[in-house]
């Protein structure tokens, strides 16, 4: 029996002629029950506001709303941005199930900004721990602190909104509600890289100088977002088989945590050593690299693309089950009954 089906002793035993309120069962009845659900449903709300309000708090506090609210710098991410928003509308078209509500895909989204504050953070305060340890230091503190800290809190950008909400209703949804948070928590990063990259927020205007001065970090931030898609699009993906199978809910969620968490560390750790041996390539055989520019994007093409391949090869498993499920219904709809009975005897 699985704990969505256990019941007490008594009430197994019962032939539901007894009463068994505040005995063995429960149920709103009583002015004292409905205070108790009235100051559940408060807390729970109030919860999941007072994190949001915190991470817009940090999300000031780190200068990532000065980054946004400038002209400049807004029109540098949302052109850094436009690679992962591909990726994402890409995963948003594979739902094979019901169209997602806008409300849910921009409240997704936006809370993927805010809750980025979080990570941001944690990977401040514990840097300093591992710098003294070199580059087996930065390795552990990518699989240890970066990866699993900055996946979690895009599935909690998920879980803050759109999990709760009915329109939830496939094992899909996950990925795709997932991919929004990686778009969102992508968005604000790179906004914070190429505020500090550029500086002098105020002096950037929209002209030609602009292009100049912020072309190669966007360049390089608009290849680096379409992992944060991938990665956050796993682990959705499992917070949604999570939701459906509630006996084993924390531990799936781990599962997709750990895949996200190790795809995005080993693409943090690899990226610099393999972007220099392509770069060490082309400059054997003479092909300009740009300023490492080419080497760090054909790295990126055959990490991600590899991934995103293993992405999809998963929900097209999920279309391909939905299909076969949905055709056998319609079939079984459509052949009467006597068939059925001599075809199964």
């Not at 996946?151 to 803050?160: G, H, P």
């Not at 279309?319 to 055709?327: P, S, T, W």
């Amino acid at each position: 029996m699985t704990a969505k089906e256990r019941r007490d002793p008594i009430e197994e035993a019962d032939d539901g002629s007894a009463d068994l309120y505040d005995i063995a069962t429960w149920q709103e009845r009583t002015s004292i029950d409905g205070l108790s659900v009235a100051i559940y449903r408060l807390l729970s709300a109030s919860a999941r506001w007072g994190l949001i309000l915190l991470a817009l708090l940090l999300l000031v506090g780190i200068g990532g709303f000065s980054a946004l609210t400038n002209p400049a710098i807004g029109l540098l991410t949302v052109l850094s941005a436009i690679p992962a928003l591909a990726l994402a509308a890409y995963v948003y078209r594979s739902d094979i199930t019901t169209d997602e509500p806008v409300r849910l895909l921009v409240g997704t989204f936006l809370l993927g900004v805010l809750t980025a504050n979080f990570a941001a953070v944690v990977n401040t305060v514990a840097q300093p721990w591992f710098r003294p340890l070199g580059f087996l230091g930065t390795v552990l503190f990518f699989f240890v602190i970066v990866a699993p800290v900055e996946e979690t809190v895009k599935l909690l950008a998920v879980r803050l909104y759109a999990y709760t909400d009915e329109s939830f209703d496939a094992v899909l949804d996950g990925a795709v509600y997932g991919a929004m948070a990686g778009l969102g928590f992508a968005f604000i990063e790179n906004a914070l890289y190429i505020t500090q990259s550029v500086g002098g927020v105020g002096e950037l205007d929209l002209g030609l100088g602009l292009i100049g001065m912020g072309g190669g970090i966007t360049a390089t931030r608009a290849l680096a977002g379409p992992g944060h898609v991938i990665y956050s699009a796993f682990a959705g993906y499992y917070l949604g088989l999570a939701k459906f199978n509630p006996e084993n809910r924390g531990p799936i969620v781990i599962k997709g945590l750990l895949i996200a968490a190790f795809i995005h560390a080993l693409y943090n750790s690899t990226v610099g050593i393999g972007s220099g041996l392509f770069g060490l390539l082309f400059e054997a055989v003479g092909v300009p690299t740009f300023g490492g520019l080419l080497a760090f994007f054909v790295y990126v093409i055959i990490y991600d693309g590899l991934f995103g391949l293993i992405l999809l090869r998963k929900i097209r498993r999920y279309r391909g089950a939905y299909r076969a499920a949905h055709d056998d219904g319609r079939d079984a709809a459509a052949t009467p009954e006597s068939e059925l009975t001599e075809f199964e005897s």
